[in-house]
C-alpha cells in the first residue's frame, strides 16, 4: 500500500510538472484555418488560430501582415481570429505575425508567424452571338476560358460567393431570372413580381442577396410596378428567393438607381423624384440624404459612397451622413463622365481629353489619390469609346469596357444594349501595367450593369 502511495505521489508531482512545464513555455500553435480563396473573392474572410491554452485577449496593435492591409482582430477562449477587412491581392503570399501572444494563466509570450499564398484571381464574362449568349470563366491571363452557360438570349448576370444570376428574356419577350451554381450546374427560376421587365441587377458583395428594379409589361395601361426595386435571395430554401419590395414611406417607390451597401444589410437608393435615402432591405429605418442626380459607386469594404449632387461630386460617409466634395485632380484632369471609387479614398475617373483649341482628341481612365495627385492609367483615341470602368475586388486591377472602332461598331437590340464588339481590357492600378485584353463585357467584378 505504501509503496502504490509513493507511485501515485510520483505520477502527481510528473503531471504538476507538465502542466508547469506548459504554462512556461506558454501557448503552441496547434491548428491554422483560412480560406486564400475566399480572402481574394470578398472582404470579411479569417485566418483562425487555434493554440494549445486559453489566451489573453490579442491586440490589433500586436498583429502584422505583409503585405500591409487592414484587419480587425478578436480573441475567444484558444482562438484568435484575424479578419481581413478587404479582400486580398491574388498570388500573393501573405504573412501574419501576431505578437506577445500569453496564456491568460501567464507564462512566457509567444509569437504566432503563418503564412499561405493566394490563388490566381478567376472571373466570368459575358459574350453575346448570333443567337446563343454564352458566359464564361476564365483566368486573369485570359487562358482557357470555359463556357459555364448559355442562353438565346441573356441581358446581364452576376456573381455571388456561390451561384450565377443571370437576367433572361423569354420567348414572350418577357424576363427571367435564372440562378446557377458557379459551373452553370442547377439552373432554376426565381419567382418574379409579375410578367415584365428586370434592370440594374445587382448582388450583395457578402451572402447571397440580389436586388433589381421590376416595371411591369403592363405599366403602359396605367396598372402595375414602374421602375420598383425588389430583393430576393438566390439561396434555394423555402420562401427565401421570394421577391421583397424595398418601398419607403412616403417616398416615390419608383428607383431610379441603388446600390448595395458593403457588409451591412443597407441599402442606398435613389427615387425618381431625386430623392437619396439610406434603409434596410425592405425600406424600413430609412435616411434622407438630400437630393442627388447619380450614385456612382460605393467601394467593397467602405461605407463611403460618391455621389453627384446638382452642384457637385461628393463623398458621403454612410455611418456619420458626413460629406465631403470629392478631392480635385491635380494636374487637373478634365472633364469627368464617371467615377469608380476605391476602398483608400482614392478613385479612377473616366475623363475625355481635349486639345489646346477645345478638340476632342480621345478619353482617358486616371488614378486620384486621396490627395488630388492624378496619373493616367490608360489613355483611348477617339476611335475607341470607353463604356464603363470596374474594379477588381481587391482594387488591384481595374477593368475598361472597351468599344473599340465605336464609329462603326453599332449596337444591339437589347434593352441593355451593348456594341456588337465589346473588349474588357484590365490593368494594374500601382503601376498601370496591361495585364490582357479579353473579348467580352459584363465582366464580374462589376457591382452594376454598364450604364
Known amino acids: 500500500?505504501?509503496?502504490?502511495?509513493?507511485?501515485?505521489?510520483?505520477?502527481?508531482?510528473?503531471?504538476?510538472?507538465t502542466a508547469a512545464a506548459s504554462v512556461a513555455i506558454g501557448p503552441r500553435v496547434t491548428s491554422v484555418d483560412v480560406d486564400p480563396s475566399a480572402a481574394v473573392a470578398a472582404s470579411g474572410s479569417r485566418l483562425i488560430v487555434t493554440l494549445s491554452q486559453s489566451v489573453a485577449e490579442v491586440?490589433?496593435?500586436?498583429?502584422?501582415?505583409?503585405?500591409?492591409?487592414?484587419v480587425e482582430v478578436d480573441t475567444s477562449g484558444r482562438s484568435i481570429g484575424v479578419r481581413f477587412t478587404l479582400p486580398l491581392w491574388d498570388e500573393t503570399e501573405y504573412t501574419v505575425t501576431i505578437e506577445g501572444v500569453e496564456g491568460i494563466g501567464g507564462g512566457s509570450a509567444t509569437t504566432v508567424v503563418e503564412s499561405f499564398t493566394t490563388p490566381p484571381l478567376g472571373d466570368f464574362l459575358l459574350q453575346r452571338g448570333d443567337g446563343e449568349d454564352t458566359i464564361f470563366f476564365t483566368g486573369i491571363d485570359g487562358e482557357e476560358a470555359v463556357p459555364v452557360y448559355t442562353h438565346p438570349h441573356i441581358e446581364d448576370f452576376r456573381a455571388t460567393a456561390a451561384h450565377l444570376v443571370v437576367s433572361v428574356l423569354t420567348p414572350e419577350d418577357t424576363a427571367a431570372l435564372i440562378v446557377t451554381d458557379r459551373d452553370g450546374e442547377g439552373a432554376r427560376e426565381l419567382p418574379l413580381p409579375g410578367f415584365g421587365f428586370i434592370s440594374n441587377l445587382q448582388v450583395a458583395d457578402r451572402g447571397e442577396t440580389i436586388g433589381y428594379t421590376f416595371t411591369d409589361a403592363s405599366v403602359g395601361e396605367g396598372r402595375g410596378d414602374e421602375s420598383m426595386l425588389y430583393t430576393a435571395s438566390a439561396q434555394e430554401s423555402a420562401g427565401a428567393d421570394a421577391p421583397v419590395a424595398v418601398q419607403v414611406s412616403?417616398?416615390?417607390?419608383?428607383?431610379?438607381?441603388?446600390?448595395f451597401v458593403p457588409d451591412t444589410a443597407s441599402v442606398l437608393l435613389l427615387s425618381f423624384d431625386g430623392t437619396l435615402l439610406l434603409t434596410d432591405a425592405t425600406g424600413a429605418n430609412a435616411t434622407a440624404l438630400g437630393s442627388a442626380l447619380e450614385i456612382d459607386g460605393i467601394a467593397r469594404g467602405t461605407s463611403v459612397a460618391v455621389v453627384n449632387r446638382f452642384d457637385a461630386t461628393v463623398q458621403i460617409d454612410l455611418t456619420t451622413a458626413e460629406e465631403q466634395q470629392l478631392v480635385e485632380a491635380d494636374p487637373d484632369t478634365g472633364p469627368i463622365s464617371a467615377v469608380a471609387?476605391?476602398?483608400?479614398?482614392?478613385?479612377?475617373?473616366?475623363?475625355?481629353?481635349?486639345?489646346?483649341?477645345?478638340?476632342?482628341?480621345?478619353?482617358?481612365?486616371?488614378?486620384?489619390a486621396v490627395d488630388g495627385t492624378a496619373t493616367p492609367i490608360t489613355v483611348f483615341d477617339t476611335s475607341d469609346a470607353v463604356i464603363q470602368t470596374c474594379v477588381s475586388p481587391s482594387a488591384r486591377y481595374?477593368?475598361?469596357?472597351?468599344?473599340?472602332?465605336?464609329?462603326?461598331?453599332?449596337?444591339?437590340?437589347?434593352l441593355l444594349p451593348l456594341p456588337q464588339q465589346v473588349e474588357t481590357r484590365i490593368v494594374q492600378i500601382a503601376d498601370a501595367e496591361p495585364v490582357v485584353s479579353l473579348a467580352g463585357s459584363s465582366i464580374s467584378w462589376c457591382q452594376v450593369p454598364p450604364q
Open 341 to 368: 471609387p476605391l476602398p483608400d479614398g482614392a478613385t479612377l475617373r473616366t475623363n475625355a481629353l481635349f486639345d489646346a483649341d477645345g478638340v476632342l482628341i480621345g478619353s482617358a481612365i486616371t488614378h486620384v
Open 59 to 70: 491586440d490589433p496593435s500586436q498583429v502584422n501582415v505583409s503585405p500591409e492591409t487592414p
Open 1 to 17: 500500500m505504501a509503496g502504490f502511495s509513493v507511485v501515485v505521489a510520483v505520477l502527481a508531482v510528473v503531471g504538476l510538472g
Open 250 to 259: 412616403g417616398a416615390d417607390p419608383r428607383v431610379a438607381d441603388f446600390r
Open 398 to 414: 481595374a477593368a475598361i469596357l472597351v468599344a473599340p472602332d465605336a464609329a462603326s461598331n453599332p449596337y444591339d437590340e437589347y
